[in-house]
Structures are given as structure tokens and as C-alpha cells.
């Protein structure tokens, strides 16, 4: 049986833990942390000989009243940020998932697994999700092919020959996107839980348990976001520093969220429904516009926000673990981030229609906190983008050097996390990302600002042939 798939069969955490032990630097990751370092201690080292072209340009802004207006914007930001962060940190602090209940107690499920172009990677996927420690008879596993023009229809049916009566496989007629073969996915179900799995993605064998245990023991629970991890981590520099980042976002942000039952998005990757929750709003989604266009993107954000507008509790589980594949070159990783900015716009106002209404019986500020969090990036891109072309114009060693310093500082917090949570040697590589992230994908936001109306999955290929 393959690596990818023994990783996630096997039960132990010392097997599974080998995906993140602790290596010896290749000579490669050393040059490539030696760089980074170089060039961020240097830019520190540049910012305090230059504190008096500093002092200087503040001295400047602050005698007009635009430089004032900046410089007054910039530290309400700063602040805002600061005890966001801060308001972050100490949920997390409270963070405990659910931890598994019996067998007696656990839903049926209807695992479904929508697939398109995925080739052998979803006959792994399917396979993984058989080796679950779950009770067979509360388990439904559905797949569904999407109009593959590959081999994927080949893999799923030798899945299904291997597996039997567990699994239950089916094609579209055409493609016709992966919303689509979802909701004939949730039509088809007849389990308590509707479980979604990537079709890239590898599942521990207690993840499935882990993840629809909080729906158990909170009746008002109505998503549940699973832990993704990525699973070419140790294949390209792309997926290496998404891999960090991964575990800030999910482990450190997404345990907070869960802390307010406010989670913002279930993952594609890995996500559990309450039947009832989906059933209430499916045919709403399943027909969801956005600008007079249907929507074909961003399906685990506007399922989210639709079971949280119905007053339901969204929660994380951080033992529900999935491996997913990401991309490993940087145009279709760009194509991913577009996508799902686009999604962030949409949703962002869909949520707002809502968030400041009466829409739940707890509180409501932590939600809306976060929902604020979302809008002032949006709302503030074009500014610092236009604001960042200006000062690179007229003072490009003030703006870089600063720039690189406030990378050395604010990459530390997710550093420090993941350091503390794994291993130090991978930590280092988000030092590289936030380099990376703010010098050749800046641009995301604003581009998927001007387009959030496109629509288009964007990195549907066809598999490489191995």
C-alpha cells in the first residue's frame, strides 16, 4: 500500500508524528535560511542607522494634514491588530477539542468525496477513509465523479471492487463543478452527519471519530472544521512553507474562532454538517448569486455562513486530522489564493447581512470581531497597495527595510507556534513565506477585489502522468 495511505492507517501517534519529526537541515534548507536571515537582521540593522531619515519623514507627514491622517490611520490599525491578536491568544489559551466518544454514541455518517481529474490520488483518499476506526455500519461512503477526462472513474471503481458495499460510487454527466457533486452527494445521504472530503486528501483513522464527536455533546452544534495539514510537505519550498502557515491558521486561529463557535469557514478538505443544518439551506445554496452570476466557488464558506446564520454553533476539532495535497508551483498556487479571496469577498458581505442582526442566543461580539478582522483587510487593500507603490517611488530603502523588519517581528508569533507545537527547523521556513507572501502575492487581494464576480474553479488540470 502507498506511503501517503500507511501514514494515515497507522493509529500511533510516533508513526503519524514522522510526518513532523524533527530532521537534520539539508544543505539546501540551510542556504535558504541563511538568505532569509541575512537579508531580515540586515534590514533591521539598516532601519536603526537610518532612525534620523525616519524621524525625518515623520516630522514631514505629521506637518500636512494627509501625513497625519496616515500616520493616525496607521496606528489605530496597529492597535486594532495588536489586541486582536491579543483577543486571539487568549482564546486560544481556553482551546480544548472534544475528545472522541464511544461507538454507542457516535452518528451515522455519509462520507462524500467529490472527485474530478484526481487520477490514483482518490482511490488513496477512499481507501483512507475505509481504514477509519469507525463503526462500519454507521458509515456511508459516497464518491462522486465530477466529468473526469482522466483516469479517475478507472481508480474509483477499483475502489470499489476492493471495498464492497462500504462504498458507493457515481458519475456526472459532465462536469459540472464541485458544488454540483456535492449536493447530489447530500441528496443521495441518508447518515445524521454529511461529511466532505477532498478528493486529494489522506484522513488519520481517528479523525472521523475526533471530528463528529462535538455534535454529541453540543446540540446546537451545526459544522464541524477539520485540521488540515499538508501532505506533499516535504516534496517542494511551496508546500514546506505552507505547511507552517497551515498550522497557525488552523491550530492558533481556527481553535479561537471555535472558542466563540464562530468558526468563518469549514475546509473543503475536511468538514462535518449537521443533516438538518444542510438540509435547511441547501437548496439556497445549491442556487446561490453572487452579482446576478451563479456560484461555483467558495462552497465551504457559504455553507458555513448559511448553518451559522441559522443561530448554530461552528466548531474546530484540532485531532481531526486531514493530509491535502496543495499546489508546488507558484501559478497555481496564486490561482488557489485568488479563488479563495474571491470567496473571502463574497462571503464577507453575505455574513454582514446577518452578523449585526439578532441571528443567535449567545453573544454576538466575537463574531462580529471577527467578521471586522475580515473587513478591514478588504477594505483597506487598494489603499496600502497604492500607499506601497508610493513610498518604493520616493523612499524605497525606508519602505523595504521597514517593511522586511515588520516581517522579522509579526512572522515570529506563528513561528514561535509552530516551533513550540513541532519542531524548530520547520518553524523557520514561515520567516521564508511572509517574504515570499509579501513580495510576489500581494497582489492577490486587490485583484480578487476587482473580480470577486468571476467566476471559475481556475486550477482544475489534469493530473501529471507519473
Not at 497507522?10 to 514522522?18: A, G, L, N
Not at 455534535?215 to 508546500?239: H, Q, W, Y
Request: glycine content about 4%; hydrophobic content about 45%.
Amino acid at each position: 500500500m502507498d506511503a501517503d495511505l500507511n501514514i494515515a492507517q497507522t493509529s500511533s501517534r510516533p508513526s503519524f508524528s514522522k510526518l513532523f519529526s524533527i530532521k537534520s537541515l539539508s544543505s539546501r534548507d540551510i542556504l535558504i535560511f541563511t538568505a532569509t536571515f541575512i537579508v531580515l537582521v540586515g534590514a533591521l540593522i539598516t532601519v536603526i542607522q537610518l532612525q534620523p531619515a525616519f524621524e525625518q519623514l515623520h516630522l514631514e507627514r505629521i506637518n500636512t494634514f494627509w501625513g497625519r491622517l496616515l500616520v493616525y490611520v496607521s496606528i489605530a490599525l496597529l492597535a486594532f491588530k495588536i489586541s486582536f491578536l491579543g483577543f486571539i491568544f487568549f482564546l486560544r489559551l481556553k482551546y480544548r477539542p472534544v475528545q472522541s466518544v464511544s461507538n454507542e454514541k457516535l452518528p451515522v455518517l455519509t462520507v462524500i468525496v467529490p472527485a474530478y481529474n484526481e487520477g490514483k490520488l482518490v482511490w488513496k483518499t477512499l481507501h483512507s477513509l475505509a481504514g477509519s476506526h469507525y463503526p462500519e455500519h454507521k458509515v456511508q461512503i459516497i464518491s462522486i465523479d465530477d466529468g473526469s477526462q482522466d483516469d479517475t472513474w478507472a481508480w474509483m471503481q477499483k475502489a470499489k471492487r476492493e471495498l464492497g458495499d462500504r462504498l458507493s460510487i457515481f458519475q456526472q454527466p459532465k462536469n459540472m463543478g464541485k458544488r454540483h457533486a456535492l449536493y447530489r452527494g447530500f441528496k443521495l445521504g441518508t447518515g445524521d452527519v454529511f461529511v466532505t472530503v477532498d478528493s486529494d486528501s489522506i484522513v488519520k483513522t481517528d479523525t472521523l471519530r475526533n471530528l463528529v464527536s462535538p455534535f454529541t455533546v453540543d446540540s446546537k452544534c451545526g459544522a464541524v472544521a477539520g485540521n488540515v495539514r499538508v501532505l506533499n510537505n516535504e516534496k517542494a519550498m511551496i508546500p514546506r512553507m505552507l505547511n507552517v502557515s497551515f498550522a497557525f491558521s488552523f491550530e492558533f486561529i481556527r481553535s479561537a474562532q471555535s472558542q466563540l463557535g464562530s468558526v468563518l469557514c469549514t475546509p473543503g478538505a475536511l468538514a462535518a454538517y449537521r443533516r438538518d443544518a444542510v438540509l435547511n439551506c441547501l437548496e439556497d445554496w445549491m442556487h446561490q448569486t453572487f452579482m446576478g452570476k451563479t456560484t461555483d466557488i467558495g462552497e465551504d464558506r457559504a455553507m458555513t455562513n448559511m448553518i451559522l446564520k441559522q443561530g448554530m454553533h461552528v466548531r474546530f476539532q484540532s485531532n481531526a486530522v486531514v493530509l491535502t495535497n496543495i499546489p508546488e508551483r507558484y501559478k497555481n498556487l496564486y490561482k488557489m489564493f485568488i479563488r479563495w479571496e474571491r470567496s473571502n469577498v463574497r462571503e464577507n458581505i453575505k455574513m454582514s447581512k446577518f452578523a449585526f442582526t439578532n441571528y443567535r442566543e449567545e453573544s454576538k461580539v466575537g463574531p462580529r470581531i471577527l467578521l471586522l478582522n475580515q473587513w478591514i483587510k478588504v477594505v483597506f487593500a487598494y489603499p496600502f497597495m497604492i500607499l506601497m507603490l508610493i513610498f518604493i517611488v520616493l523612499y524605497p530603502v525606508l519602505f523595504i527595510s521597514s517593511t522586511l523588519v515588520s516581517i522579522l517581528v509579526f512572522s515570529s508569533i506563528p513561528a514561535l507556534f509552530y516551533a513550540k507545537s513541532y519542531n524548530v527547523g520547520e518553524s523557520l521556513w514561515m520567516y521564508c513565506y511572509s517574504l515570499f507572501y509579501t513580495f510576489s502575492l500581494f497582489w492577490i487581494t486587490p485583484y480578487a477585489i476587482a473580480t470577486a464576480s468571476r467566476r471559475g474553479w481556475l486550477t482544475r488540470d489534469l493530473p501529471k502522468k507519473v
